[in-house]
C-alpha cells in the first residue's frame, strides 16, 4: 500500500508539472477559461467508463450544494491558477500555489472543527517560509494581479480540500470525481465561451 501511495504521489506530480508547463506553453494561444474547460472535459473523458457502469450510484448524493460549491470554487480555482501561471515564471506561481496549506489550517480548525496541535501548526508555518525563501529573489515581480489570482486560486482550492473532507464522511472518491468533472465542464463552458 505504501509503495502504491508513493507511486501515486510520482505520477501526481508529474502530470502536474507537465500540465502547468503546457498551460505556459499554449498560453499565448488558448485563455485560461478555454484551457480550464479543456481540463474539466478531459477529467470528464477518463471518468466515462465509471459513470456508464454505474450511472445511478457515479451520481448518489444526499448534499448536491456543498458539490455544486466545491465545482464553482475549483473551476474559478483552475481559471485563477491557469492565468497566473501563464503571467508569471511557472516556479513563482508553482510557489503561491503552496501557500494553499496556509488556508486549509483555518479551514481545518474552523469548518471541520479539527484539533491542530503545535507540531502541524509548525509544519505550516516552516511551509510558509519555504515559500517566501523560493520567492525572495524575485519578490518585486510575485506582487500584483497574477500573484493575486495565484493566493485566490490557493484559498479556492483550500475550499474545495475541506469539502472534498467533508463529503468524504459519507460519499465515495468516485461520487466527488464525477460531480466535480460534470460540473466543472458545465461551468467552465460560459466562461470559455
Not at 18 to 45: E, H, V, W
Not at 81 to 101: D, H, I, V
Not at 102 to 119: M, Q
Not at 146 to 172: Q, Y
Amino acid at each position: 500500500l505504501w509503495v502504491r501511495a508513493r507511486w501515486w504521489g510520482v505520477t501526481s506530480a508529474v502530470t502536474f508539472t507537465l500540465m502547468t508547463s503546457l498551460i505556459k506553453y499554449l498560453g499565448d494561444d488558448y485563455s485560461p477559461a478555454l484551457q480550464t474547460f479543456y481540463r474539466q472535459a478531459a477529467g470528464l473523458i477518463v471518468l466515462l467508463p465509471l459513470i456508464v457502469r454505474d450511472p445511478v450510484g457515479a451520481f448518489r448524493t444526499s448534499r448536491p450544494g456543498i458539490l455544486l460549491f466545491r465545482s464553482l470554487a475549483g473551476t474559478i480555482g483552475l481559471v485563477l491558477a491557469f492565468w497566473a501561471y501563464q503571467e508569471m515564471p511557472l516556479a513563482e506561481a508553482n510557489a503561491l500555489s503552496f501557500t494553499r496549506t496556509l488556508w486549509i489550517v483555518p479551514l481545518a480548525i474552523f469548518v471541520l472543527r479539527e484539533k491542530i496541535g503545535p507540531w502541524r501548526l509548525g509544519a505550516t508555518l516552516v511551509g510558509f517560509l519555504g515559500v517566501l525563501v523560493m520567492l525572495q529573489p524575485s519578490i518585486a515581480n510575485a506582487v500584483g494581479w497574477p500573484a493575486g489570482a495565484a493566493l485566490a486560486s490557493a484559498a479556492l482550492f483550500a475550499m474545495t480540500v475541506t469539502g472534498m473532507k467533508v463529503m468524504t464522511r459519507d460519499h465515495s472518491v468516485t461520487v466527488l470525481m464525477v460531480w466535480s468533472a460534470l460540473l466543472g465542464v458545465v461551468l467552465a463552458i460560459p466562461l470559455a465561451v
